[in-house]
């Protein structure tokens, strides 16, 4: 950008934007919940988020700010989908093993020996 005299525009934004350049903030990559998920509920969605929220802050420097809001969008879709997938495997986990538990407590060992 250059002004009327052929000069460089310095606006103060190190990136040299200006008032042309990435409106605001960049939006939340999510990645503490993209890590969250992927500890404690599901490792393949999780990665998925991870992978996705480590891409917002470059598209955003890169000046492409409608993908970096698709990435923000994207990391925080795989975060809730691990976040859900991890619980329904949780509960189906605790049922079967409860249900295995009262199983073994009912079977009577003297009737097969």
Known sequence: MTDNQGLPNYSGDPQ??????????????????????TILCCLPFGIVSIVKSTQVNSLWAQGQTAAAQEAADAAKKWAIIAAIVGIVVNIVSIILVTSLGLFAASVDVNNYR
């Open 16 to 37: 040299g934007g200006g008032a042309s350049g990435n409106p605001g903030p960049p939006p939340s990559n999510n990645l503490v919940w993209a890590i969250l998920t």
